[in-house]
């Protein structure tokens, strides 16, 4: 049971805990950031016999990631089984009290380095005063000491001083090693409870995260095992495959649903270490798997799938069946994918959904059709209520999936457009051109509201230099007319964007007709990948229109 423990702590003690190795500060702590200044405020305060604030600790023997020592130097290890008593609270105290005493050079995250040897007591100084002080260069010669010499300097050093200051320099050291410190030890508590009381500490700072809370938890020197290290090799492999925008959380809940069928933040953190260790492997396979199936299907970055939680039920259906699906199987996944991404399912309660999901996974693998408990609407006024075009809106991601995996060609060239994270980020990125470009509807179509200028009807997906150096604010019909003259494949180009150059009223720039031509087209494609069932009603049937063929866009 957790229970706090408060202690009296002497000087002796306290150094000699840290020296062994007994206190640790934890790698969820925040970098020493105290100045010298500051380190001799500290100390001066103890000589006064001003009380310096508790120290708090977690007394425990687990062993957590890359621990760093008091002032970043090198201590002895704590054997295994033993505890150790991690700082959560009074991190940069600790350390200027150890670096002051012992005299430490510390270099910052720039290799910048300060010698804490470099704090003197004035023998001269008024209480009023301050007796710890970093530059004594205006003091006569014998009137001050290093901190180090008088805590640590021989009988022959000290008595080198004038006889009138021998009584001073006594009385500081006496000070000093009989200062009692103020130590607070939370004793028998789960590394969750030990980040929540730092993080309430430290209420000023940023609160830990999950994925920080399992680093420090999972880390195994003996299997060579760090979840921080790990992450990143799994982040560098996924950038080859534009996939890196996947988060730290959502690598935690594939773990966890393999383990447990479960991802709830509690349940991560009661996975076992060497379940979680054993897994792993395993479960970035998994990963690696989903990434490959979605990058197949036509989704080849990350940035614009809907949900990032659609990689944890992939992810399981890999770790059933580790060949890539097919047939009826493979179509009761898209409709899966096609129903969460249009059907707003991981918008709230990611976590209880997930673990909802794998079931039906399961029903897929076995070569069912789930029943499903959301409904996914897919008609035209849907869509065109809810397309204002904003990249953090996962009903836009799932209709820039279906422009994504008919393969948009470049205007001018035929080409297959270069899609990249990087080029995706937000809605204003130069590779999402506005067909009707809006300062050109704005000046034409007055009557037109801008929420339906913005649309994502009106969005197509193009090459940076495109947009920014050729097509600018021209009209459709001014700028068509250019490429095609440069590209005899025109048609066949603009069929891989949902649009009928011919039919749509381009040539015309005919925006009504376009949008609506558009709408149509979009939603008949989407309604293809969703198999209809009597739980969510009947799909709406749609008036017919010219219906882009697959292979004319190979």
Not at 37 to 51: H, Q, T, V
Not at 120 to 149: G, H, R, W
Not at 464 to 473: A, G, P, Q, Y
Request: glycine letters at 4%.
């Amino acid at each position: 049971m957790t229970s706090l423990e408060n202690i009296p702590v002497k000087y002796s003690d306290l150094i000699s805990e840290i020296e062994t190795g007994q206190v640790k500060i934890p790698q969820f702590q925040r970098k020493f950031v105290w100045d010298i200044k500051s380190s001799a405020k500290l100390l001066d305060s103890i000589i006064k016999g001003y009380p310096i604030g508790t120290f708090i600790y977690w007394r425990t023997n687990e062993r957590l990631r890359a621990v760093r020592d008091i002032g970043n130097i090198r201590l002895p290890e704590p054997k295994d089984g033993e505890y150790v008593n991690f700082v959560l609270d009074g991190q940069q105290r600790l350390t200027s009290l150890f670096a002051t005493l012992k005299g430490l050079v510390i270099a910052d995250e720039e290799g910048k380095t300060t010698d804490y040897s470099e704090m003197y007591v004035d023998f001269n100084a008024a209480e009023d005063q301050e007796i710890i002080i970093t530059d004594p260069s205006k003091l006569p010669n014998n009137t001050f000491m290093k901190v180090t010499d008088l805590m640590e300097g021989s009988l022959t050093q000290l008595a080198a001083f004038p006889p009138e200051y021998h009584k001073s320099i006594e009385n500081y050291k006496k000070i000093i090693q009989s200062y009692t410190f103020s130590v607070i030890n939370l004793k028998n508590a789960p590394i969750d409870v030990a980040t929540e009381v730092f993080t309430r500490l430290n209420v000023g700072g940023k609160s830990l995260t999950l994925f920080e809370i399992m680093v420090a938890k999972t880390y195994d020197s003996k299997r060579k095992f760090d979840l921080s290290e790990k992450y990143d090799e799994l982040k560098e492999e996924l950038t080859a495959s534009h996939y890196d925008t996947i988060p730290s959380a959502t690598v935690l809940q594939v773990v966890s649903i393999l383990l447990e069928k479960d991802c709830t933040r509690k349940q991560i953190l009661k996975l076992e270490k060497e379940k979680f260790i054993n897994i792993w492997d395993e479960a970035t396979s998994c990963i690696k798997q989903s990434v490959d199936f979605f990058r197949s299907y036509g989704i080849s970055v990350s940035r614009i799938l809907p949900y990032n939680a659609l990689v944890v039920p992939f992810s399981y259906y890999f770790h059933l069946n580790k060949k890539n699906p097919t047939g009826e199987i493979k179509k009761r996944l898209e409709d899966f994918f096609w129903r969460a991404s249009l059907g707003f399912r991981y918008s709230s309660g990611v976590e209880s959904k997930l673990a909802q999901d794998i079931e039906k996974i399961e029903v897929i693998q076995n070569g069912g059709l789930p029943k499903y408990e959301w409904a996914v609407n897919v008609t035209e006024e849907f869509i065109e209520n809810n397309g204002w075009f904003s990249t953090s809106k996962a009903f836009i991601k799932a209709i820039l999936c279906l422009y994504a995996i008919k393969k948009p060609k470049c205007f001018d060239s035929n080409l297959n457009v270069i899609m990249d994270n990087s080029w995706l980020k937000i809605a204003s990125s130069k590779n999402y051109h506005h067909y009707f470009p809006k300062s050109w509807m704005q000046k034409n179509y007055k009557d037109w509201d801008y929420f339906y200028v913005n649309h994502i009807l009106n969005i197509t997906i193009v090459d940076d230099f495109l947009n920014k150096r050729r097509i600018r604010t021209k009209s459709p019909a001014t700028y068509m007319k250019t490429f095609e003259k440069e590209n005899e494949d025109l048609k066949a180009t603009m069929r891989s964007h949902y649009i009928d150059i011919e039919k749509d009223g381009i040539w015309e720039n005919d925006y009504e007709k376009f949008y609506h031509n558009r709408l149509k087209r979009v939603t008949k494609e989407i309604n293809k990948f969703i198999i209809s069932q009597d739980s969510t009603g009947p799909l709406e049937k749609y008036e017919d229109i010219e219906e882009i063929e697959p292979e004319t866009l190979e």
